[in-house]
């Protein structure tokens, strides 16, 4: 039933534009993948691909050992959710969700057993007489999900599902899904743009930009050691600082350009005295001690359970053009309060931190915590 | 590394195939013939000018195409002059019995243009009812109705309803806190009317000006019936076409081609005004009708049923003189059904021809156009745009100039089709494809492609997605420009009237000929009997679409 997605050297071009570049990915059997990645970057187009909507120029799909790249659409057994639902309107939710099991000669009393048993799966054995005209936009996407998957296909592709979903249904409709997904084992491509969607609902998130993949992950590793810079910034906020190595003996430091060091004991052995580095560290990496970092605040802003501030460090510590550089306090672990204009000194968590190559292309810390 | 294409023989590739070949065979080819023929010296047979020459050095043709021009720029300039202020009335006024007068516009609109034309020379002819009364009873000659008053009478009443639909439509997009903003600037009703409200629908006012035009210039039942000797453009084409007496077809060519010059630059106008007026904006805060008292109210009221009722007189008129006894050709005093009973004895097959072909046509027409819309819309690509193309012509070949056309092409080997029923559906077809074509094109923007996509990722090939979801979601749309389709078929006189024998003759073409040997009493019954399948077609319509209005 559900297979394994193996995509290899993928090209698509529109026209001299090349979308998709030479990309390879491998999606395993029953797992809820997602492809995460800024608008225009080629999410759809490589949805499009697998689902047989799109052409493949160059490299091949596979699903287990099958070659499809020239299988039609209508052929693959491929069940798709889209953004807008794309629920029959002229039929009733039984009717939607029928459709796909008529095309395949099943008998009558196997296909209303199916219909039904996918329609308490979804909780909407109650409106299964309805018109999609009078259903809500998430009881629309239950029937959309429940016709994408009572035809047991091989693979399930989901657009954006949630993206016209008001906020809190969103999240209650991303753990149905994740929840259905799991009980049925179905190999799951997902697209969103939506980061903490991503890494609520995925298995396995790659990372994509301008069509190439920059990392593929389980959620809380790309947070934690995101692979390169864009990622890092992409995923979350990171604030990003110059850097470089000093060796002392088998002690590796990072040593920031105002003079502040620190000692990790996570850097590979062929690091070189001197190298440049990028540091990455997220707002919940900042530590307000009495030395460190010297950083004046700019803004406060009360968010809850955290407080944001927006920071001003000397010239040349951070990297320039960076949209915001932040630290977040967790309002319940503190009992000091910084005002808008304090000066105050931060130092970082060194088992947290990311260092990245002066490039920002790779990261140099490789272990993650265990989860 | 292997190349793969998705886009191989698959069933659109079929249709898109089937169509062009379609269009090729009668479309491309009798407008080719009629290049050829129009080209070509009648002595010689050689090509040459000889033919356009003839035509701009010799007065009794060139005067058509004055006449031509005459009569159309008259007709639209009076159609703006009544059209515009029914538009804004109905728009910016409640006014009383608005969705009857609607509809009886519609009415009007629709019925075929000879009809009026035989209804005012019933009513003010040389033996009309109108002229007799006063002849006899008052003892005053009414000025003749014949010749280009009748002509102008005809088209106005007819043709004013485009400029009201127009513009009607366009005062709805237009915000009412524009002018009520001028209003409170100090600016009075009127010159905020003139000011801000005028310059905005001039460009729609235009457009709607330019099909007026266009429809006046390429008529031939109206000139025919009530023109009497006064000459224009489709009616010399026609008798140079058919004449017994030294007709040439292909002089008769080479002026329905100066005719598709003429049409080809209207429509392309048109094209170009409506595509640029999009500035109209869409508006939060439509026009509301306003309520009027008194005089205003008064005067307002007047304007529109005295415009209204003479627009609908015809279609009365009609009716009344099918129930008129008659003896032969001659009215006697009191009603009878005698008229009906004469045609159905000698004219059944008319009837009976007029539902064949259309329907016949119809149905040819839903289906190339769902097909031709489906291609147009989700399968761009350098063909679909080439039948998109094509798909046009039938809006700049007037009636005539087809009816010339597809005889010209289809009465020599390797198909003759002259004289068949078939050649007067291909006609139909030809001149009534844009309307269910649009309306379906128009629906099929607003069904999302990921519908069909969803049908297809669940087992459905490309060809049952489109019959089972695609076609049956176009259907409200296909069906309402299809009954536009339907109502204009059946009227159909400019191009049936060229391409008819006695076996294919039509009841547009009986009513004519009808009216030609002056037996008014069964072209009435003939007419009577359309005017009503047009208001029942009509019903239907406005119940499908829902819509209050027809769009054109
Ligand atoms: N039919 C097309 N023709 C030409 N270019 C296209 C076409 N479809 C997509 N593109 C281009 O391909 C790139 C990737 O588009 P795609 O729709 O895959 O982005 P996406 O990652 O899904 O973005 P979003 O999050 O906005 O949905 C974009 O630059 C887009 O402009
Ligand atoms: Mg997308």
Known sequence: ?371 | MKITKLSKWDFWAYVTVGIIITFMVILAYPTFSLFVSGFKDPSSGLFSLTNFIKFFTKKYYYEGLIHSFLVSISVTLLSVIIGVPIGYFMTAFKIRGKRFLDILITISMLSPPFIGAYSWVLLLGRNGIVTNFFKNTVGIETPTIYGFIGILLVFTFKLFPYIYIYVSGALKSIDVSLSEAAESLGSGHWRTVLNIIMPLILPTILAGALLVFMNSITDFGTPMLIGEGYRVMPVLIYSEFVGEVGGSANFAAAMALIMVVITAVLFMMQKYIVNRKSYVMSSLHPMRPKPITGIKSFMVHAFIYIVVAIAIIPQLTVIYTSFLNTKGQVFQKGFSLRSYITIFDELGLAIKNTYEFGATAIVIIIILSMFIAYLSVRKRSALTGLIDTIAMLPYVLPGSVLGIALLLAFNHEPLILSGTGTIIVMSLIIRRLPYTLRSSSAILYQISPSLEEASISLGYSPAKTFFKITARLMMPGVISGAILSWITAITELSSSVILYTGLTKTMSVAIYTEVIRASYGTAAALSTILTITIVISLLIFLKISGDKEIKI
């Open chain 1, 1 to 371: 039933m559900s297979v394994n997605i193996s995509i290899e050297n993928v090209v698509k071009k529109y026209g001299s534009n090349t979308v998709i570049h030479n990309l390879t990915l491998n999606i395993s059997d029953g797992e809820l993948f997602t492809l995460l990645g800024p608008s225009g970057c080629g999410k759809t187009t490589l949805l499009r691909m697998i689902a047989g909507f799109n052409s493949i120029e160059e490299g091949t799909i596979k699903f287990d050992d099958r070659v499809i790249n020239d299988i039609p659409a209508n052929k693959r057994n491929i069940g798709m959710v889209f953004q807008n639902y794309a629920v029959f309107p002229h039929m009733t939710v039984k009717e939607n969700v029928e459709y796909g099991l008529k095309v395949r000669k099943l008998s009558k009393s196997e296909i209303d057993k199916r219909v039904n048993e996918m329609l308490k799966l979804v909780k909407m054995q109650e409106f299964k007489d309805r018109f999609p005209e009078m259903l809500s936009g998430g009881q629309q996407q239950r029937v959309a999900l429940a016709r994408a998957i009572v035809i047991r296909p091989d693979v399930l592709l989901m657009d954006e599902p949630l993206s016209n979903l008001d906020a809190k249904l969103r999240i209650e409709m991303r753990s149905a899904i994740r929840d259905i997904q799991k009980e049925v084992g179905i190999t799951t491509v997902y697209v969103t743009h939506d980061q903490e969607e991503a890494l609520a609902i995925s298995d396995r998130i790659a990372v994509i930009k301008e069509g190439t993949v920059q990392q593929v992950d389980r959620p809380y590793n790309i947070y934690a050691r995101p692979e390169n810079v864009f990622v890092a910034t992409f995923i979350g906020h990171s604030n990003l600082f110059n850097g470089n190595i000093l060796l002392k003996g088998d002690k590796k430091l990072i040593q920031f350009s105002s003079g502040y060091k620190i000692e990790l004991n996570n850097l590979p052995p062929d690091v070189s005295e001197g190298q440049r580095v990028i540091v990455g560290v997220r707002p919940e990496e900042f530590i307000p001690a009495d030395d460190g970092l010297k950083a004046k605040i700019k803004k406060r802003v009360f968010l809850g359970r955290y407080i944001e501030y927006e920071l001003l460090f000397p010239e040349g510590i951070a990297l320039p053009n960076q949209p915001t550089l932040k630290f977040s306090q967790d309002v319940g672990k503190t009992n000091i309060i910084f005002n808008e204009g304090d000066v105050i000194c931060l130092k970082v968590n060194e088992e947290k931190i990311n260092i990245f190559t002066e490039n920002g292309m790779h990261n140099l810390v490789k272990d993650v915590m265990p989860v």
